[in-house]
């Protein structure tokens, strides 16, 4: 059986996890080990081998990497310019596809204002499995990677009239809305009405509490994919303090 939950999704924190009968990847650990530690205590996965994947350097995505990989004895991996950045203890250099197990972790690169972002396609046993997350604009490598996902988990940070009269100082905004930033929910909506299928399960991520909110994200997503007839299986929003839906196949 796999299984797929994000532990949380937002700027306060980001963590993935992604588990079989043997192995668990975790895509990136923005979390404190406590927060970490209980939540996976809950699922009762402790004894199985586990990896890191940092996507980038950000805090949100790797301020939990040093500790809960000394604590799991995990091996970590990234771009070697991210591993650099983060310092960590033990962590292995990546250009293409890992091999860990039944799973084969692909990163794909992508523009966001780091020093060699990537995001993660997942594959396990004919499941296939996108995390995506903090990039500016699609690229048409990451489009035809993402093509398919039984679960797209994809960022929708934000609403751009939100963001406009928001209370970010002009600098940020633009920051935000560049090809280095963040997904608009409309952007996002877009992306997915390209890579999706109808057996696609979608998790909207990284929302921003000061310019998005879930029914806006969800409302707008929707809407752009039913006005295309565009069938997937379900859709939901991720929480900062929840995370998401734990699905398994």
Known sequence: MLNFYMLSSGSRGNSTIIWDENDLIIIDCGISLKKFSEKTSELGIENLEKSIFISHEHSDHSSGARAISRKLKADVYSRNKTLDKIRL???????????????????????????????????????????????????????????????????????????????????????????????SNEQTAEAIYESASDNTRIVLTHLSEKNNTPDIALETVKAYLSNRNKKYISIEAASQDFGSTLYRF
């Open 89 to 183: 203890d033990r962590g292995y250099g990546i250009n293409g596809e890992v091999a860990i197990g039944n799973f084969t972790i692909m990163p794909v690169s992508v523009n966001h204002d780091a020093v060699d972002p990537v995001v993660y396609v997942i594959r396990n046993r004919g499941i296939k499995i996108s995390v995506v997350s903090d990039l500016g604009i699609m690229n048409g490598e990451l489009l035809d990677a993402m093509q398919g996902s039984d679960i797209m988990a994809i960022e929708a940070n934000h609403d751009p009239e939100m963001l406009r009269t928001g209370p970010y100082t002009e600098m940020l905004k633009m920051r935000i809305r560049s090809d280095h930033g963040h997904l």
